[in-house]
């Protein structure tokens, strides 16, 4: 299967605790996109990649996130110091450039107790 | 910001039925697409449109990018019970050679009854 893959595709951890991320795109993109998606609404854009690096961040990503994608393959998205309004799934894309047509995996959901 | 306004947020059809669904923009896009998601999936594209006026179809599915460039329509015909789901409306502005995120609408959640 050469799709987007995500893991974990669940998570359950307490607040206040870190969480990581792992996102391997489709090997011939070079655009890799994060997504968050809570219930009853569609994804809100986070942050997209080219390559390894990172062009545009969401006001959405607060400074306890972090995106990396250090050789422009994988990436992960750490969540530092988690909180309640955390929970969501959070979904990775990726594309070629300049093109909306995006592939998704599917999803790491993550609940903050 | 850009957003998306799209209705119905759920439909009850039977099956057999027509299902139509749009989505309207406060801005232009010149990209518009469908995605489906099924529960606990990550969003799959559906049709992508590039082109005010355009009408693309995939199988039973049919979806027109508006002539304003600011709203979308998607048809689906002779509905199967593989059609539940929650559709989503996104769209893109491509300006000066760089792509902007997708925004999404908030979805409509489609029911097929037997």
């Known amino acids: 299967d050469t799709g987007v893959s995500q893991n974990p595709r669940h998570k359950i951890t307490k607040r206040g605790q870190n969480v990581t991320f792992r996102c391997d795109p489709i090997s011939e993109h070079n655009r890799l996109y994060w997504y968050r998606q809570t219930l009853g609404q569609g994804p809100e854009f986070l942050t997209y990649f080219q390559n390894e690096a990172q062009l545009e961040k969401s006001r959405l990503l607060s400074d306890r996130f972090s995106a990396e994608r250090p050789k422009g393959s994988f990436s992960t998205l750490e969540i530092q110091r988690t909180e309640q309004g955390d929970s969501a799934m959070y979904l990775c894309?990726?594309?070629?450039?300049?093109?909306?047509?995006?592939?998704f995996g599917e999803g790491s959901r993550l609940t903050v107790l | 910001g850009q957003q998306l306004n799209q209705s119905p947020q759920s439909m009850f059809i039977q099956e057999g039925e027509d299902v139509s669904m749009n989505c309207t923009s406060s801005s232009i896009f010149n990209t518009w697409l469908w995605y489906k998601q099924d529960p606990g999936e990550g969003p799959v594209l559906l049709i992508a449109?590039?082109?005010?006026?355009e009408l693309t179809s995939n199988g039973r599915l049919t979806a027109q990018f508006g002539i304003t460039r600011k709203d979308s329509f998607l048809n689906i015909s002779a509905s199967i019970p593989s059609d539940v789901g929650i559709y989503f409306c996104?769209?893109?502005?491509?300006?000066?050679?760089?792509?902007?995120?997708?925004?999404f609408g908030s979805g409509t959640q489609l029911t097929v009854l037997p």
């Open positions: 996104a769209g893109q502005l491509i300006s000066s050679g760089s792509a902007r995120q997708l925004t």
């Open positions: 894309a990726s594309s070629w450039p300049n093109t909306g047509e995006l592939f």
């Open positions: 449109l590039y082109k005010a006026g």
